[in-house]
């Protein structure tokens, strides 16, 4: 079954360093999404792709992060500098479009200390 | 402001009972709500709910969207331990974007 590859799966990183997150959509999904999850919430929009073109960044805090999908095919998230209210899950998502559920990958969990 | 309000946030039942998880949305340019479960890892998904489908049925699962009411139940009947996990509702948007509630923990005790 085709999945949403996700790296890595867990990270730590010290306040004011800088962070990425890898994210390789199931071939041929057009649109991607990066989710952060907070413990205890449910996920929130970051960022949305139309293969490589931002769709909605409404909610990316562009001082300090930033996502790419250069080729329309995988997508990179960063974060520079990472802050302790950064801790949370980053999903990645994909799908063909509106008819299609997502399909998510196994996530990235960071933790800022 | 969208949103996507999810009830009870917590419930603890027996093995064996049928439990409803209930959901309401509140989303401009309203495509479709989804149902996923969410246990320590990704959400897995388990119905898209839409004007031209809005029953769904899958084994014990079920799933229910009121047009008019701008809600959505979440039916498990025969409860297992394996059912435990978080149950995210999300309405989808004419962009395609995913609003999710905050999710119902489920904990099914043997």
């Known amino acids: 079954e085709a999945e949403v590859a996700q790296s890595p799966r867990y990270k730590i990183t010290e306040k004011s360093q800088a962070v990425a997150f890898w994210c390789d959509p199931i071939s041929g999904h057009a649109t991607l999404y990066w989710y952060r999850q907070i413990l205890g919430q449910g996920p929130e929009l970051l960022v949305q792709f139309q293969d490589e073109s931002v769709v909605d960044d409404s909610q990316l805090p562009k001082d300090r992060f930033s996502a790419e999908r250069l080729k329309g095919v995988d997508s990179t998230l960063k974060i520079q500098p990472a802050e302790l209210g950064d801790s949370a899950m980053y999903l990645c998502?994909?799908?063909?479009?509106?008819?299609?559920?997502?399909?998510f990958g196994s996530g990235t969990r960071l933790t800022v200390v | 402001e969208d949103k996507v309000v999810q009830s009870p946030l917590s419930l603890v039942v027996h093995e064996g009972d049928t439990v409803t998880l209930n959901c309401s949305y509140e989303v401009t340019n309203f495509r479709s709500l989804l149902w996923y479960k969410q246990e320590k890892k990704a959400p897995t998904f388990l119905f898209m709910l839409?004007?031209?489908?809005i029953e769904k049925k899958s084994g014990r699962l079920s799933s229910i969207l009121d047009k008019k009411e701008l809600s959505s139940i979440l039916n498990i009947t025969a409860t297992q331990t394996g059912d435990s996990a978080i149950y995210l509702c999300?309405?989808?948007?004419?962009?395609?974007?995913?609003?999710f509630g905050k999710g119902t923990t489920l904990s099914v005790s043997s």
């Open positions: 998502a994909s799908s063909f479009g509106f008819n299609y559920g997502y399909t």
């Open positions: 999300a309405g989808a948007t004419a962009g395609t974007a995913l609003i």
């Open positions: 839409t004007s031209s489908g």
